[in-house]
Each structure stands twice: as structure tokens, then as C-alpha cells.
């Protein structure tokens, strides 16, 4: 596909922004390192972290070669035709309305003019950061399992500068350590500056004006605000959804979907409502149970899907669209849960101008890490001007945001970031 003419003004905004919004098209492409990236003021999320899985060159798509001996090439025995049962079937029915849209988005993105200027700087940054180091890392879901977790114990240090003097207006750092409990309770970040903690000898790095509560599924009543004036407008949900591959590799515990019932998702929710964004596989046995199970229980009203699309360093994607079992898209099911205020009527108004089937593109990172497109769901939030938001099932943390789960320190690891 031809490239437009020339490049646009989108470049020099997606530097700064981390977000690249295609002419008359639903699809953005986004940079996470640099969305995350402007949670930190003296901090940085090591690009060469992040993007270890894709962006290196030997994952890129490469013309096929032959052998110089040809009888010496291995040949696949034919697979039979596999009957899709009817699962499957409805499965595939989704994938064909989606797939036009996503046909439509790739193009988009290798079509534009500033394409090669984008993942040449993409490059650039992974190529110019540190790699991953540091050694093992904590098992915060085995630690909170254990009877000691409750005394276990974490330290922020918090940085503050003064003025030594008058005259030559020198600044002197001033450190303040809060020690606190670290499982089942509130830790707050409320500076506007990033936080050093120490936890059983390893460093983590808070973003400003952010917290976390730490604690299993049978502890988040005690996140639930006492007024729902608290609550929050944006809810963003990422299960640890029974997953074949995650068990295989022993990535990450997962849970049974009837676990996700308990959701406190209504409690949680602003009195003028909330957007509810629930990240789902393509297994179309979770899909039947949300519609039908999951969302009825939380009160939650569908409105629409966005669809994220993996792609690799040269803009390929990371594995052929009709790829059944494998497709490298994954879904965001976008729903909204009324308050007390704004009924479905109002909300809905508001939700006009948002178009369905929405697109973004970005690199993954490391297996089953979302991309932090909180920036772009805020755009839909209606209500008071400044949303709360939160993250459940949280892995990692974002400025303004209130994140929970068993593990929401997990990127926080300073081993993923460059130092000041």
C-alpha cells in the first residue's frame, strides 16, 4: 500500500502525546512507554523493558527463503480439515465482522506517511535504553497468601526540596519515609512528584498523585467508597480469565469466571454513573457469559467494542489475522453502569458522538500487559469534569489512578524503568 504524500502534523503530537489518531478513521496508534511515561517526573519506563517481546528485529515479518538443498527441507504433514462446532461457528461470526475493520485500521497504519518515522523512533528509543536487569522478582500474590503478609511491611520515600538560602537560590532534597503495611491497606503516592519504595529489598517507583490497595478478591469490600459521590466514573477491569497458555507457561494464577460476579461494580460506581471497560478473550464461552451472566450482574449496560491490534516493530502483526486459536487482537467490551444522578437516557446523549468498533494499534509488552489507554476511554467518561478512575485487577500504575488487585506493584519493579 502507497504511503500518503507527505507526513502530517500528527508526528511532532504523537512524540509528545504518545498517541497517533488517523485521518477520518476509527484507529489511533499508540506508544505505551510514552503514555506511561507521563506519569513519572524524573523517572522513565525503560522502552527496551517494555518492548522486549516485539520490537526487536528478529520477530519482524522476513520474506520467505528456500533451502539451498531443497530435499533437505522438512515438510508438514497436511492437517485435516477441522469442523467448527457451534461455538466456534458463533465465534467466527464475530471475527468476520470485525476483521473488515481491522483490515481497514493495519492499512491505515502502514499506509500513513509518518509510518517509517514512527517505529524509527520506536527503535531508536528501545536501542538507546537499558535492558532488563535486576535479578527475581517478588511473588506479591504468594507473600499475600502466606500467614506473615499482614506483616509485611513497605517504605516510601518521599523527596521534597527547599531553598538553602535566599541569596543564591540553591535547592537542598529533604527525604520523609512513611513505613507501611503493604497488604490490605490504602497506600497513597498524594505528591506531585514520583516515590522510591523499598519492599524485602527490592525498589519500586509510584507515579505521582496516585494509590494502590494490595489484597485478594475476598478483600475489596474495602475499597468500596462510604458515599457514592466517592465513586468512580471510569472503572477499567482486566480478569485473570482461565486461560490455557497462561496455565501452561505458569505465567499468572487465573480464576474461574463465576468469581468475577462478586464484582462490587455497582458499589463502586459514581452516583453520575460509570464507563465500564472489561478486557476479554476470544473465547466465545466468555463472551456468552458476560452478555448474559456477567454484565446483568453488575448492572452494567452494553454499549460497544473496542478492539486492540498487536502489531510487531515493522508493522506486521504478530500472527495472521484468521488465526483461530491465536488472533493478535484482543477485545475491550465497553458498557455503562448509571448512577444515581444521570439516568441511561442522559448518559447515552452524551455517548452519541462516540463511534463503535474503535481501533488501537500499539507493540505489545510482556504476555497479557494492556496497553494504558485510559487517556483515550476519559474521552467518553460524561459527568464531572475531573473522573475518578480505577483499575481492578491491576498490574502496574498510572497518575490519577486508584489501582487494586493481588499485584499492582508487578511493573512497578524498578527494574523496568532508567533511572533519574
Known amino acids: ?93 464475530r471475527h468476520q465482522e470485525a476483521r473488515p475493520l481491522l483490515l481497514k485500521a493495519h492499512e491505515s497504519l502502514l499506509g500513513s506517511a509518518d509510518f517509517p518515522a514512527i517505529m524509527s523512533k520506536l527503535r531508536s528509543d528501545f536501542c538507546s535504553s537499558t535492558e532488563l536487569t535486576g535479578g527475581e522478582e517478588h511473588s506479591f500474590i504468594e507473600l499475600g497468601s502466606v500467614w506473615q503478609g499482614p506483616l509485611c511491611d513497605i517504605t516510601l520515600n518521599f523527596k521534597f526540596t527547599r531553598l538553602k538560602n535566599e541569596t543564591n537560590n540553591e535547592e537542598n532534597g529533604k527525604v520523609e519515609q512513611r513505613v507501611l503495611p503493604v497488604f490490605n491497606n490504602l497506600i497513597v503516592n498524594d505528591t506531585h512528584d514520583d516515590v522510591e519504595a523499598e519492599f524485602l529489598k527490592r525498589h519500586y517507583i509510584l507515579p505521582r498523585e496516585s494509590c494502590f490497595y494490595m489484597s485478594d478478591l475476598g478483600q475489596i469490600h474495602n475499597i468500596i467508597p462510604a458515599e457514592s459521590d466517592n465513586g468512580f466514573n471510569l472503572i477499567v477491569i482486566d480478569p485473570p480469565w482461565e486461560n490455557g497458555s497462561a496455565r501452561q507457561k505458569s505465567l499468572y494464577p487465573t480464576l474461574p469466571s463465576r468469581y468475577f460476579l462478586s464484582l462490587p461494580i455497582k458499589q463502586l460506581t459514581h452516583q453520575e454513573g460509570s464507563l465500564v471497560a472489561l478486557w476479554v478473550t476470544n473465547r466465545e464461552k466468555l463472551r456468552n457469559f458476560i452478555e448474559k451472566e456477567l454484565f446483568p450482574a453488575w448492572g452494567v449496560r452494553y454499549l460497544f467494542t473496542v478492539y486492540w491490534l498487536k502489531v510487531k516493530g515493522d508493522g506486521s502483526l504478530i500472527s495472521d489475522l484468521d488465526l483461530f486459536h491465536h488472533r493478535p487482537y484482543e477485545c475491550l467490551l465497553l458498557g455503562y453502569c448509571h448512577g444515581k444522578v444521570m439516568n441511561d437516557s442522559e448518559y447515552l446523549s452524551e455517548f452519541g458522538a462516540v463511534k463503535d468498533k474503535q481501533i488501537i494499534i500499539s507493540i505489545p509488552g510482556a504476555y497479557s500487559r494492556k496497553p494504558p489507554i485510559g487517556e483515550l476511554l476519559l474521552e467518553h467518561v460524561p459527568g464531572v469534569k475531573s473522573a475518578r478512575c480505577i483499575e481492578l485487577f491491576a498490574r502496574e500504575m498510572v497518575t490519577g489512578w486508584f489501582s487494586w488487585g493481588n499485584e499492582p506493584l508487578h511493573f512497578q519493579d524498578s527494574r523496568y524503568f532508567q533511572g533519574e
Open 1 to 93: 500500500m502507497e504511503a500518503e504524500s507527505k507526513p502530517s502534523d500528527e508526528l511532532p503530537r504523537f512524540l509528545d502525546s504518545g498517541i497517533y489518531r488517523f485521518p477520518n478513521s476509527n484507529a489511533v496508534f499508540v506508544d505505551p512507554v510514552r503514555l506511561l511515561n507521563r506519569s513519572y517526573n524524573r523517572f522513565r519506563v525503560s522502552p527496551s523493558a517494555y518492548y522486549s517481546r516485539f520490537l526487536e528485529p528478529k520477530h519482524y515479518a522476513q520474506e520467505p527463503t528456500l533451502s539451498s538443498n531443497p530435499n533437505k527441507r522438512k515438510r508438514k504433514p497436511k492437517k485435516q480439515p477441522h469442523s467448527l462446532n457451534e461455538k466456534e461457528r458463533a465465534a467466527d461470526q
